[in-house]
């Protein structure tokens, strides 16, 4: 069964994470000083924050699957739309160790799909994702590439 995930950079871990325990009703199953993860069963989703990593708010969006014929399924779908996928076959990033592919959508957001495999001592590393989002990705950003701003829209919505 496949687990949505989203990750937002954050400026405060310690103020965001007392925010996502109590609005969840359930502490980080995983917590460094610079990154915290929930892993929930209700909604499934795995929801990441860390700081000094990326743009605040939402850096990238994802799908978390369990089994390799999954992550061939969802990768599939990557392939099948409209943009270039960027593929890892191994990598280490958020502490943990993956496989997994990157697209961005037609408006830069970046979705991944991955397939954890264990976990990681470090943060870790990604490769330069500057040609998925556009010229205002972050080479070497961990996770997800630096987007530049939305502009600022006036009025309601």
Same mark, same amino acid.
């Given at each position: 069964?496949?687990?949505?995930? !989203?990750?937002?950079? !954050?400026?405060?871990?310690?103020?965001?994470?007392?925010?996502?325990?109590?609005?969840?009703?359930?502490? #980080?199953?995983?917590?460094?000083?610079?990154?915290?993860?929930?892993?929930?069963?209700? =909604?499934?989703?795995?929801?990441?924050?860390? !700081?000094?990593?990326?743009?605040?708010?939402?850096?990238?969006?994802?799908?978390?699957?369990?089994?390799?014929?999954?992550?061939?399924? !969802?990768? /599939?779908?990557?392939?099948? /739309?409209?943009? #270039?996928?960027?593929?890892?076959?191994?990598?280490?990033?958020?502490? /943990?160790?993956?496989?997994?592919?990157?697209?961005?959508? #037609?408006?830069?957001?970046?979705?991944?799909?991955?397939?954890?495999?264990?976990?990681a001592t470090d943060?870790?590393?990604? #490769? /330069?994702?500057?040609?998925?989002?556009?010229?205002?990705?972050?080479?070497?950003?961990?996770?997800? =590439?630096?987007?530049?701003?939305a502009p600022a829209?006036?009025?309601?919505?």
């Amino acid at each position: 069964m496949k687990r949505m995930h !989203v990750h937002v950079g !954050v400026d405060d871990l310690v103020q965001s994470m007392r925010f996502y325990t109590t609005l969840f009703g359930a502490e #980080p199953s995983v917590t460094r000083p610079d990154y915290a993860k929930w892993m929930l069963d209700d =909604p499934r989703l795995n929801f990441a924050i860390s !700081v000094g990593h990326a743009t605040r708010g939402i850096e990238h969006l994802g799908i978390q699957v369990e089994d390799e014929a999954e992550l061939a399924e !969802v990768g /599939a779908r990557l392939a099948a /739309a409209d943009g #270039p996928v960027l593929e890892e076959a191994a990598t280490s990033c958020c502490y /943990a160790t993956s496989s997994k592919a990157w697209i961005a959508d #037609p408006q830069g957001v970046v979705w991944e799909t991955f397939l954890t495999r264990g976990s990681a001592t470090d943060y870790g590393s990604s #490769p /330069a994702l500057s040609r998925l989002a556009g010229d205002s990705a972050a080479d070497g950003a961990c996770c997800a =590439p630096t987007l530049a701003p939305a502009p600022a829209k006036s009025g309601c919505c």
